[in-house]
């Protein structure tokens, strides 16, 4: 298939430019004594991730694709993730906030050079412009990231976005999803990464699943009938968990009823989806209610599975890319949207606000696809498979449109909850139900 090569770098250069607004956004929110500091010993200070997004950026696209000299090669070793854990990240000597301002700026400069010699054809690495966009995403994961660091400093608020929209239409109860095959992941989408495939077909029971995610209300409701002092709704290792970490609410509730958000206090929103649960927590939830947490591939057939054609969707609105009208994404607002928010986001089957919002929590392990290969290095996705890791998908509030589409996968600890984590249910279908 021919390219488009001057519409592609045209994108590639947009698309570094506006993560790059993104990035700037979120450190200069603050001083340098804020960019400093630890806000809390599960993520790394502020200025850690700024560098950070640089050096891999040079790693890759200057040393790599581009074949230039290192603009620093002495730090490397200081923003290897895979070297230092986030607890240990304050006392490296780390680039100062001007150090690493001026360090990202020199990289990008290179780059952007780059994009308009670099060819985009004849390299797996470059082809379709893979490797800019695979910065690109590392960059607004790194984003997220440090949206979550936000979340967590204490202090008045240095963010600001405009609420998200009301509920459009009315989100009730739950939608069969008819028993078959569809097809997962993906073999053709140029800047998926390599978890993400390939493509394989998949055969699935009838079930039902949540028309939305679980909202603030209905997870009240289990808080409110003693569903974090009841055994009998956690498995072992979640009730453990429970118990050591002293989980009563979710995460920046607070016990007069109000929720900490952004440095803002306000009334927790009945209609808006529960957000920084971990995967216990969910779980513990859908026991309660009689139901489950869904697995990875129900999520995704219900996220891409169009019944009228037997395809699978590149998003739950279809194969365009995403806008605004259909979901929550890209911190253009600092909260989930109520249920309702989004009815032209929703699958063919109608199940909405899958995408955006928070990350919905799947009862799998994170592990390849039949046929999984690593690219371009093992350390994104193949040394975490296994059963320490859960998955999560759609997308939240603050996940960028780059990073995210109904095969992107994300994957965390089963007891994480600084993250914008949420989840819906699902349930097997009884004989009964399907005739």
């Not at 440090?146 to 204490?154: D, E, F, G, K, V």
Request: aromatic content about 10%.
């Amino acid at each position: 298939m021919t390219i488009d090569t001057e519409r592609l770098r045209s994108r590639v250069a947009e698309e570094l430019i506006r993560t790059r607004d993104r990035t700037t956004y979120l450190t200069d929110a603050v001083d340098d004594d804020d960019l400093v500091r630890q806000h809390s010993p599960l993520m790394s200070p502020l200025v850690w991730d700024l560098a950070h997004v640089g050096n891999q950026e040079e790693l890759w696209l200057v040393r790599d694709v581009g074949g230039r000299d290192p603009v620093r090669a002495d730090i490397d070793e200081l923003y290897d993730a895979f070297k230092h854990a986030r607890v240990n990240r304050p006392g490296l000597p780390l680039l100062s906030p001007a150090e690493a301002r001026g360090y990202v700026g020199q990289v990008r400069s290179k780059v952007l050079d780059l994009v308009d010699s670099v060819p985009l054809e004849g390299r797996r690495l470059t082809e379709n412009g893979f490797a800019f966009g695979m910065i690109v995403q590392h960059e607004q994961q790194h984003a997220e990231t440090m949206l979550a660091t936000h979340q967590l400093r204490s202090g008045p608020a240095v963010l600001a976005a405009p609420p998200p929209p009301e509920p459009g239409t009315a989100v009730r109860g739950e939608v069969l999803v008819t028993g078959g095959p569809f097809t997962m992941g993906t073999s053709t989408d140029p800047w998926a990464l390599d978890n993400e495939g390939p493509a394989h077909e998949v055969h699935l029971p009838p079930y039902f699943i949540d028309a939305a995610p679980v909202t603030n209300a209905e997870y009240r409701a289990f808080v409110d009938a003693g569903g974090y002092d009841d055994e009998r709704w956690w498995t072992a290792e979640g009730w453990r968990h429970r118990r050591d970490a002293d989980l009563t609410a979710p995460m920046h509730w607070n016990r007069d009823g109000t929720y900490t958000r952004f440095g803002v206090t306000g009334p927790v929103r009945p209609d808006e989806p529960v957000v920084h649960v971990c995967f216990h927590e969910a779980q513990a939830y859908a026991r309660w209610a009689g139901k489950r947490l869904p697995t990875e591939a129900e999520w995704e057939k219900a996220a891409r599975y169009d019944p009228a054609t037997g395809r699978s969707r590149r998003n739950p609105w279809g194969d365009d890319d995403w806008t605004p009208e259909r979901a929550n994404l890209g911190q253009r607002h600092l909260a989930p949207a109520p249920v309702g928010a989004y009815p032209r986001g929703a699958s063919p089957l109608g199940v909405h606000q899958l995408i955006g919002d928070v990350w919905e929590w799947c009862d799998t392990a994170f592990h390849g696809y039949p046929g999984f290969t690593a690219f371009p290095y093992r350390e994104y996705s193949e040394v975490f498979f296994g059963r320490d890791y859960r998955i999560l998908r759609g997308g939240s509030f603050g996940t960028d449109a780059a990073a995210c589409r109904g095969t992107f996968r994300n994957w965390d600890y089963p007891i994480r909850r600084q993250i914008f984590s949420g989840f819906r249910c699902a349930r097997d279908a009884t004989p009964a139900e399907v005739a």
